[in-house]
Structures are given as structure tokens and as C-alpha cells.
């Protein structure tokens, strides 16, 4: 059973960065879809960004497009999100998400089977 588990988050002020990583333990990490999710209290989970199996397929949400990088490496079996010039508004729960089978879209939705428990991201005024 993979187990999804994300790091990084923190308070910084507005623009400054952020890196997130995730790692998945149990399971091998070259074999999944994965992407990245955020939530705020008495909201639905949003999607942020996503890149395949293989690395080659990225897309971000429209709020963060341009200022966000995610990127995954095979030999450190690690997935990071970059975080530049971050706004209050892009404070949330951030959560790392795995799944074998989901591919990776523009639409960003949440069908995936392995999430990890979040990280808070909080960026001041």
C-alpha cells in the first residue's frame, strides 16, 4: 500500500517562495500520476497542479500558473512544488495526491487514490 507523504510548508510573507516535496513509501514512485491539492476551511479541495508518470505531462490551475513549478525526480523519488511569489491568497492545506491510473489533465480533478496528510502554507501581507 503507497503511502503519500508531503513537507515544506511554512509562513512566509507576499512574494516570497516556497518548495513543497512528496515522497511515496511502499510502492514505486516512477509508476504514478501525481499532483498537488489545496483546501481552505468551508471549501472544496482545489486542484494546483499535476505532472505524469513520466515527467513529460504538467498542468497548473489558471491562480497559479506561472509562478508554480512542480517536478519530480526519479533518482531521489521525490515530486516538488515550487512555490514563487506567493500571495495570501494562496494560503491553504496543501496536499500531495499519487495514483497509478489518473492521468494527468487540465481539469485537475481529485481521482486519486493515495493522498497525504497536507502541509500548511500560510503567506502574510
Known amino acids: 500500500q503507497a503511502q503519500v507523504v508531503e513537507s515544506g510548508g511554512g509562513s512566509v510573507q507576499a512574494g516570497g517562495t516556497l518548495t513543497l516535496s512528496c515522497t511515496i513509501f511502499?510502492?514505486?514512485?516512477?509508476?504514478?500520476?501525481m499532483g498537488w491539492f489545496r483546501q481552505t476551511p468551508g471549501n472544496e479541495r482545489e486542484g494546483v497542479a499535476c505532472?505524469?508518470?513520466?515527467?513529460?505531462?504538467?498542468y497548473y490551475s489558471e491562480s497559479v500558473k506561472g509562478r508554480f513549478t512542480i517536478a519530480r525526480d526519479g533518482n531521489k523519488n521525490t515530486m516538488t512544488l515550487q512555490m514563487n511569489n506567493l500571495k495570501p491568497e494562496d494560503t491553504a492545506m496543501y496536499y500531495c495526491?499519487?495514483?497509478?491510473?489518473?492521468?494527468?489533465?487540465?481539469?485537475?480533478?481529485?481521482?486519486?487514490?493515495?493522498w497525504g496528510e497536507g502541509t500548511q502554507v500560510t503567506v502574510s501581507s
Open positions: 495526491a499519487a495514483d497509478p491510473v489518473v492521468v494527468c489533465t487540465r481539469s485537475l480533478r481529485p481521482w486519486y487514490d493515495h
Open positions: 505532472i505524469s508518470a513520466s515527467g513529460k505531462d504538467t
Open positions: 511502499g510502492s514505486k514512485f516512477d509508476g504514478y500520476t
